[in-house]
């Protein structure tokens, strides 16, 4: 008729009628939201029912509901409360006052549930996430033998091994299984001794804690403190004739396994060690923070460094020439028997001591009594190692390089016969290089090297036939080694950490020790 339509209408027919927009519905000839507590939903026309106390009516845009003021809370059939009612604070229930649940429950998005992350209460043990574990009713990182949390955490004070957590942090070798040192992963160490594990211990009789790292052989061993100090310890009763206590005296020690500081004079402490000599022989050395070396015990081949062949039971410096000079920019030292070695902080590597079979590596036989340097064409040294009359060093390209005596094989050659008295290359065959090393150490009559892919590999005449050259170590069933996180020499055998956190030594002929945690 000419008239024109209202708000939200539109003429259609000669009529007019309402056309909402989307989100929008008729109601009562005006278009209301969908989410209107006047009339919920995309077709009511009805309001919704009034809210409890303390709450505000709801739309969703589908149904009616409502909320809570703030300072109230919602309880099943008791409507807004507050700070509590008689149902919160249980499994899927709300939180009580908002953020309080009831045992072993955590409070997320308004409701009480298990625990599933660290710190977390946790229910019936079996609610934490992924690599953790429900201890003393809270979800933690793994303990020992449980998965590592991220790959890299584990609880109470255990180490991750790459998949399991482990009480080794760290082990020294013995002439066999029996005489392994170890450190737990409460910074204490421990020695086996007829057949158990005994913690090693102070002249109170307490076991020595913050332990860092630790040397041994089958006769005594040595630790090194977090506070830079060096304590030794004997298996053996007649093992200090050379000093190597390094206590000041050569007495019999009154109990085994009862370690003394070192000393540098009487009542002078060595101090500020930041590593040790793998080994403790008959002679062991130390690296001061300032890249001194100290060495003490036996020195019938001059392997202390400092110009004699006298044995020292405190520990000298080892010097560049009879002029005095401290021997300086050290980083790491090994040492065993007759001979010393060491890598400066420029990568280059320097022995001392007997040098029949060429084992201090400058291309001659004769013995030195101060530091030499090895080959000057070997510049990129990261590790050293050293046994009787050989060294073996790996290289910053992940290959490795050995010297001295082959009597054994552990020169990774075709055959075992002379030495070498400069560095020669480890490899697979004729042809192949030995690539992809992590880490290398020499054991009695043969050597292993641990490889990036975690499988352990050794070259040597024990348990080997000609050529000499690296094989995979395989298990007690003849399977190739794998997952291997950490090794080590006993004697002749390497010990290793898998990475399930077990600990085990693998012999020659087919037999196996499994390490249990002291």
Same mark, same amino acid.
């Not at 927009?21 to 969908?34: D, K, L, T």
């Not at 040790?276 to 022989?281: F, I």
């Not at 697979?428 to 290089?433: K, V």
């Given at each position: 008729?000419?008239?024109?339509?209202?708000?939200?209408?539109?003429?259609?027919?000669?009529?007019?009628?309402?056309?909402?927009?989307?989100?929008?519905?008729?109601?009562?000839?005006?278009?209301?939201?969908?989410?209107s507590? !006047?009339?919920?939903?995309?077709?009511a #026309?009805?309001?919704?029912?009034?809210?409890?106390?303390?709450? $505000? /009516?709801?739309?969703?845009?589908?149904?009616?509901?409502?909320?809570?003021?703030?300072?109230?809370? +919602?309880?099943?059939?008791?409507?807004?409360?507050?700070?509590?009612?008689?149902?919160?604070?249980?499994t899927?229930?709300? #939180? #009580?006052?908002g953020?309080?649940?009831?045992?072993?429950?955590?409070?997320?998005?308004?409701?009480?549930?298990?625990?599933?992350?660290?710190?977390?209460?946790?229910?019936?043990?079996?609610?934490?996430?992924?690599?953790?574990?429900?201890?003393?009713?809270?979800?933690?990182?793994?303990?020992?033998?449980?998965?590592?949390?991220?790959?890299?955490?584990?609880?109470?004070?255990?180490?991750?091994?790459?998949?399991?957590?482990?009480?080794? =942090?760290?082990?020294?070798?013995?002439?066999n299984?029996?005489?392994?040192?170890?450190?737990?992963?409460?910074?204490?160490?421990?020695?086996q001794?007829?057949?158990?594990?005994?913690?090693?211990?102070?002249?109170?009789?307490?076991?020595i804690?913050?332990?860092?790292?630790?040397?041994?052989?089958?006769?005594?061993?040595?630790?090194?403190?977090?506070?830079?100090?060096?304590?030794?310890?004997?298996?053996?009763?007649?093992?200090?004739?050379?000093?190597?206590?390094?206590?000041?005296?050569? @007495?019999?020690?009154?109990?085994?396994?009862?370690?003394?500081?070192v000393?540098?004079?009487?009542?002078?402490?060595?101090?500020?060690?930041v590593?040790?000599?793998?080994?403790?022989?008959?002679?062991?050395?130390?690296?001061?923070?300032?890249? !001194? *070396?100290?060495?003490?015990?036996?020195?019938?081949?001059?392997?202390?460094?400092?110009?004699?062949? !006298?044995?020292? /039971?405190?520990?000298?410096?080892?010097?560049?020439?009879?002029?005095?000079?401290?021997?300086?920019g050290?980083? /790491?030292?090994?040492?065993?028997?007759?001979?010393?070695?060491? *890598?400066?902080?420029?990568?280059?590597?320097?022995?001392?001591?007997?040098?029949?079979?060429? !084992?201090?590596?400058?291309?001659?036989?004769?013995?030195?009594?101060?530091?030499?340097?090895?080959?000057?064409?070997?510049?990129?040294? $990261? @590790?050293?190692?050293?046994?009787?009359?050989?060294?073996?060093?790996?290289?910053?390209?992940?290959?490795?390089?050995?010297?001295?005596?082959?009597?054994?094989?552990?020169?990774?050659?075709? @055959?075992?016969?002379?030495?070498?008295?400069?560095?020669?290359? =480890?490899?697979?065959?004729?042809?192949?290089?030995?690539?992809?090393?992590? /880490? =290398?150490?020499?054991?009695?009559?043969?050597?292993?090297?641990?490889? $990036?892919?975690?499988?352990?590999?050794?070259?040597?005449?024990?348990?080997?036939?000609?050529?000499?050259?690296?094989?995979?170590?395989?298990?007690?069933?003849?399977? +190739?080694?794998?997952?291997?996180f950490?090794?080590?020499?006993?004697?002749?055998?390497?010990?290793?950490?898998?990475?399930?956190?077990?600990?085990?030594?693998?012999?020659?002929?087919?037999?196996? =020790?499994?390490?249990?945690?002291?």
């Amino acid at each position: 008729d000419g008239t024109a339509c209202g708000t939200n209408q539109v003429c259609r027919g000669g009529a007019c009628i309402i056309m909402c927009a989307a989100g929008f519905h008729e109601c009562g000839g005006r278009c209301v939201s969908n989410t209107s507590i !006047e009339s919920c939903g995309p077709t009511a #026309c009805t309001p919704c029912p009034a809210p409890p106390a303390n709450g $505000t /009516a709801t739309c969703d845009g589908t149904r009616c509901g409502y909320s809570c003021n703030v300072g109230y809370m +919602p309880c099943a059939g008791s409507g807004c409360t507050t700070p509590r009612c008689d149902r919160c604070g249980g499994t899927d229930e709300a #939180c #009580c006052g908002g953020t309080a649940c009831g045992s072993n429950l955590v409070c997320t998005a308004g409701r009480c549930v298990c625990g599933a992350a660290v710190g977390q209460p946790c229910c019936g043990g079996n609610t934490c996430g992924a690599n953790l574990t429900c201890t003393g009713g809270q979800c933690a990182c793994g303990g020992i033998q449980q998965a590592c949390c991220g790959g890299s955490t584990c609880n109470g004070g255990a180490m991750c091994a790459g998949e399991n957590c482990t009480c080794y =942090v760290d082990a020294a070798r013995g002439s066999n299984a029996d005489e392994i040192a170890i450190i737990r992963s409460d910074s204490t160490a421990w020695s086996q001794q007829d057949g158990s594990w005994v913690a090693i211990f102070d002249a109170t009789g307490a076991p020595i804690e913050n332990v860092r790292e630790v040397s041994s052989s089958n006769g005594a061993g040595c630790l090194l403190l977090v506070n830079g100090t060096v304590w030794c310890f004997a298996r053996s009763y007649s093992v200090n004739w050379s000093g190597i206590l390094g206590n000041g005296t050569f @007495d019999h020690p009154p109990r085994l396994l009862r370690a003394t500081q070192v000393l540098v004079a009487p009542g002078m402490p060595l101090t500020g060690v930041v590593a040790l000599a793998p080994r403790a022989s008959s002679h062991t050395c130390a690296v001061r923070d300032n890249g !001194e *070396i100290f060495c003490w015990g036996s020195n019938a081949g001059g392997q202390l460094g400092d110009g004699s062949t !006298e044995n020292s /039971a405190y520990a000298r410096p080892v010097l560049t020439s009879a002029g005095g000079q401290a021997f300086t920019g050290a980083r /790491a030292v090994a040492g065993v028997f007759f001979h010393t070695c060491a *890598i400066k902080t420029d990568n280059s590597i320097w022995c001392w001591g007997n040098n029949q079979a060429g !084992e201090l590596g400058d291309g001659s036989e004769t013995s030195r009594r101060y530091p030499v340097r090895v080959s000057a064409l070997f510049t990129n040294a $990261t @590790d050293i190692t050293a046994e009787n009359s050989v060294s073996c060093a790996r290289t910053a390209d992940r290959q490795i390089w050995c010297w001295g005596s082959n009597r054994n094989g552990q020169l990774g050659l075709e @055959d075992r016969n002379g030495f070498r008295n400069v560095p020669v290359r =480890v490899r697979l065959d004729t042809t192949s290089s030995f690539e992809g090393v992590e /880490a =290398v150490e020499l054991g009695s009559a043969r050597a292993c090297a641990l490889r $990036t892919d975690r499988t352990l590999w050794c070259w040597g005449t024990f348990g080997q036939n000609a050529p000499y050259y690296p094989r995979q170590i395989t298990d007690i069933n003849g399977r +190739p080694l794998t997952n291997v996180f950490r090794f080590g020499m006993a004697n002749t055998d390497p010990w290793y950490i898998r990475t399930d956190g077990s600990m085990e030594v693998r012999g020659s002929f087919s037999y196996r =020790v499994t390490l249990r945690c002291p």
